[in-house]
């Protein structure tokens, strides 16, 4: 048996394993704001679903054939928290049975629910094409996807790893689009607003954190009626434990819930010739919280960062539009670089589909003097050479001569505009479609 020392462990695998939980399984990437279980939710998801709901338990159940290795529980609990109407701005799956609520969000086993692909996750998530491959071979999702803004803060994110934790709040979508636009023009953004799908209460920026102040009512000098509170932070149970131990206390003579599906209601009886002042009723009623956040993610390259409490947010929508232009550069490079070769293609088809009308070319050759016709004489290029051998002789009439000048033309137009096009506006193009879509 080795002997070894407890700082070699300490510094070798303890260290080792305390770095990968959390870079490689309970902070979010800044890239695409998942994890690694979300994206072998998505790899699998997007193969699986494909429009169709499937049970939670049969999609969470399959991630550990493209390499996940950290059991089918996890995962499907995890894809329940993607569905999760009420607790995503923008869900990446669609839920279908008991996926719980604001009052209580316990979901169903996984198998009675199902859950798919939400459509909406095409205007999000683009350029696959370009996604970096992960390091691990059998780690089959990509090193991140690449979505059009920082859904870390859209939806955001509660992590816990070794010596570390995070806690990213959530942000209307529509102001971060707004904010990559207005970047996009090169003017000054506007802040971006927090917003807690469902919460109609106030919210209020503070230093490092927001504070949110539900909705209640004082119906009478003894009786309030509670009918909104921050449900990140309450749920019905959690409330009426809380009031019940007031009742215990003798704080309150008693409560009522009238909580009804999503539409939280209490109505709280204090005893007679009780007041309560504004700092009681804060106390007592707890309709405040302040959602305290602690800004730490995984950057692109990798590595785990701690961002500043106060001017966090606003490095990480910078350092995203910096991360995420360039692959705009590279889209656009791409797409030239394929319009330039089927504009070569449908040149030389074109010349061959003339000369076989004018009955100028004989097809009575073996097809390697074919092969050298076509690639010399009309210059195709050799991906679509195989192509036009196998193409019919019936199928190249005037009406498909036509058809495919119509479609050189429009060929032609798609790369005048992206040879005059800018990342920028490339970006706002998406932008702009994602925006109609919400």
């Known amino acids: 048996m080795q002997k070894i020392t407890i700082t070699e462990m300490m510094n070798g695998p303890w260290k080792e394993r305390a770095i990968a939980t959390c870079e490689e399984r309970g902070i979010v990437s800044i890239a695409d704001g998942l994890k690694p279980v979300h994206r072998f939710l998505i790899y699998q998801g997007c193969k699986m679903c494909k429009g169709k709901y499937d049970k939670v338990a049969a999609i969470g ?74 390091p691990d071979p059998e780690n089959l999702p990509p090193l991140y996807y690449l979505p059009i803004i920082p859904m870390c803060l859209v939806n955001g994110s509660t992590g816990l790893a070794t010596g570390y934790a995070s806690r990213i709040p959530p942000h209307d979508p529509v102001s971060i ?22 919460f109609t209460g106030t919210i209020e920026r503070q230093d490092d954190c927001y504070k949110l102040t539900g909705i209640y ?98 490095e990480i929508l910078q350092e995203f539009y910096e991360f995420r232009l360039p692959y705009y550069s590279k889209r656009i490079e791409n797409i030239i670089r394929k319009l330039e070769l089927e504009i070569k293609w449908k040149t030389a088809y074109i010349k061959f589909c003339k000369d076989v009308i004018a009955n100028k070319f004989n097809f009575k050759i073996d097809d390697e003097e074919f092969e050298k016709v076509l690639l010399e004489k009309y210059k195709m290029p050799t991906e679509y050479i195989q192509t036009t051998m196998n193409t019919p002789v019936r199928n190249f009439t005037k009406k498909s001569l036509e058809k495919y000048e119509n479609q050189l033309e429009k060929i032609k137009e798609d790369y005048e505009y992206y040879k005059n096009t800018s990342p920028e506006e490339e970006w706002i193009k998406d932008l702009e479609v994602l925006k109609k879509s919400l």
């Open 177 to 198: 689009i707004d904010w990559y636009i207005a970047k996009c023009q090169n003017k000054k953004p506007k802040t971006i607003k927090p917003k807690y799908y469902g």
């Open 217 to 314: 009512d004082k119906i009478s000098n003894v009786k309030y009626k509670v009918t909104e509170l921050p449900h990140t932070f309450w749920t019905s149970q959690s409330y009426e434990m809380h009031l019940r131990k007031l009742e215990e206390k003798g704080k309150i003579l008693k409560y009522e819930n009238n909580s009804v599906e999503d539409k939280f209601e209490y109505v709280i009886t204090l005893k007679n010739n009780t007041k309560w002042t504004e700092e009681d009723e804060e106390k007592y009623l707890k309709v405040s919280c302040n959602d305290k956040w602690n800004l730490t993610m995984i950057r692109p390259n990798g590595k785990l960062h701690v961002y500043d409490k106060k001017n966090g947010i606003e």
């Open 61 to 134: 159940g399959t991630v550990a054939s493209a390499g996940y290795e950290h059991g089918e529980a996890s995962a499907c609990g995890a894809l329940v928290g993607l569905s999760a109407y009420f607790s995503n701005n923008l869900p990446l799956f669609i839920g279908k049975g008991s996926f719980g609520n604001v009052l209580d969000p316990t979901a169903a086993a996984h198998r009675y629910i199902f859950s798919k692909m939400n459509p909406i996750f095409e205007n999000i998530y683009k350029d696959n094409e370009l996604v970096p491959k992960h």
